[in-house]
């Protein structure tokens, strides 16, 4: 079976310095500073190749790369001590594009995956900040929506700004957490009227790994 996802964290990784074709260059880096002992957070790279055979066979990911995401986020969860989707001590993750060479302009991000209405709470909860928790899951929101569902981050914007109109302030750091709170209910209707569908919730790997999105190979 072709390994599609390498993992790297807790002094480890199944990568190395010279696997930049199949991993490319950031994933190539993370193993190789894992390898030395660098305190870097625990993660997994899906390979270049995956990104090859999405797009040699009508855009359809390899039917065994779910169950490897699925482990590669258990990996995860192993060395951090949380839960993706728990709703006491949620895992949150980056997700970052990368390629075999530079290319500017194309790498896409995803910061916080894993918020939902319920983990958002518990963000909450555990920080003691309930701004800080729905700041981050409007951000999610508008970041998801933007490099997944493909709609324009101004339609966002839009409703930030007119937030800000009906409080009468002029910074986001002036809009507290009831207004960040009501802001994530507004932009996930947003997405609905835009898209004519709800705002995906983020599951648990127990019901099926998260949607990923991969650009074409450099």
């Not at 997944?148 to 009906?166: A, T």
């Amino acid at each position: 079976m072709t390994k599609w996802v390498l993992t790297f964290g807790g002094g480890k990784a199944e990568g190395s310095a010279e696997m930049r074709e199949l991993l490319g260059g950031k994933g190539a880096n993370l193993a190789e500073m894992a390898n030395i002992g660098l305190p870097v957070p625990p993660g997994f790279t899906i390979t270049t190749e995956a990104c090859t055979y999405y797009f040699a066979n009508g855009r359809k990911l390899p039917p065994e790369l779910e169950a490897q995401v699925t482990n590669g986020l258990a990996h995860v969860e192993k060395l951090t001590g949380r839960k993706f989707g728990d709703a006491e001590n949620p895992l949150l993750v980056s997700v970052r594009s990368g390629s075999r060479a530079s290319m500017p302009g194309m790498m896409d991000t995803i910061l916080n995956l894993g918020l939902n209405d319920r983990t958002a709470q518990a963000i909450a909860d555990n920080a003691g900040d309930r701004r800080f928790a729905y700041d981050s899951y409007r951000r999610f929101i508008q970041m998801y929506s933007d490099v997944v569902l493909g709609l324009d981050h101004d339609v966002f914007e839009e409703q930030l700004e007119s937030l800000k109109d009906q409080k009468g302030v002029h910074e986001d750091t002036d809009l507290d957490a009831d207004d960040l709170a009501g802001l994530v209910k507004v932009y996930k209707k947003k997405v609905e009227e835009e898209l004519g569908e709800p705002f995906p919730r983020i599951r648990s790997p127990s019901s099926g790994a998260p949607s990923a999105r991969c650009s074409p190979p450099g």
